[in-house]
């Protein structure tokens, strides 16, 4: 069973502006949770597992010492961002609309607060 | 490499020299690489560190995460990656014949 922090993000994660998808995976690669169908997050697991690996490594190589915590791909239709944190992996995918909706209206009042 | 290519790329960096020097000056550098041979073109770090980013991001990391995209929706194509770790963040953009990377 998943830590309760883990579940915590999870669940506030889920909330986020734009999100069609989310996804908790265990240190083996198992979906625990999710808001998606069984078969959809299982394939979304097995085809992140392998980015998370090279990523995590990839890191290392870079700058030894240095860690993931994050990698977000940007597609056509979809942004989705794969956040480790110590075993566990939490694939959100998120509308670029909505996303970039959000992003300008945030982006509007942090201007209009500076005047 | 062609000196024609090299001499078009030339071209575009001097083309854009006031986007990368406002690009260095908020950020810890960039690199840019072409696809074909995933060979540096033009960086603003020394050649060791660039080298290391062509090789680990572009040459690699980049690829299995376009044929993720790919994997999930044979429509989809990644458009923009972000890799963000404890101590920086990679902004990498695919184009067509090249790849830009600004590191944060």
């Known amino acids: 069973m998943a830590s309760n922090t883990v579940q915590m993000t999870f669940d506030r994660l889920v909330q986020l502006p734009g999100v069609t998808g989310a996804i908790l995976i265990d240190g083996n690669g198992v979906p625990v949770r999710t808001n998606l169908p069984a078969n959809v997050a299982r394939i979304y697991a097995d085809r992140m597992r392998p980015l998370v690996i ?38 959100l ?5 909505v996303l970039d909706e959000s992003w300008r209206s945030s982006v509007a009042s942090r201007r209009a607060s500076a005047l | 490499m062609s000196k024609i290519y090299l001499k078009a790329m030339e071209d575009v960096v001097q083309r854009n020299t006031d986007n990368t020097n406002r690009i260095t000056e908020q950020a810890q550098g960039f690199v840019v690489s072409e696809n074909a041979g995933d ?18 991001l572009h040459a690699s990391f ?25 101590k920086h963040e990679f ?9 830009v990377t600004v590191v944060l």
Do not use: W
């Open chain 1, 93 to 97: 995918i998120q509308d670029n609309r």
């Open chain 1, 54 to 91: 090279l990523a995590r490594s990839m890191v290392q190589d870079l700058e030894n010492g240095d860690e993931l915590s994050y990698v977000r791909l940007r597609t056509r239709r979809q942004e989705t961002m794969v956040a480790t944190e110590n075993e566990h992996t939490i694939i």
């Open chain 2, 39 to 56: 060979s540096l073109l033009h960086t603003s770090f020394d050649l060791t560190t660039a080298q290391s980013i062509v090789k680990h």
């Open chain 2, 62 to 86: 980049l690829k299995l995460a376009q044929s993720c995209v790919r994997d999930l929706d044979t429509d989809d194509k990644l458009c923009f990656l972000r890799v963000k770790t404890r």
């Open chain 2, 91 to 99: 902004l990498v953009s695919p184009e067509e014949a090249f790849t």
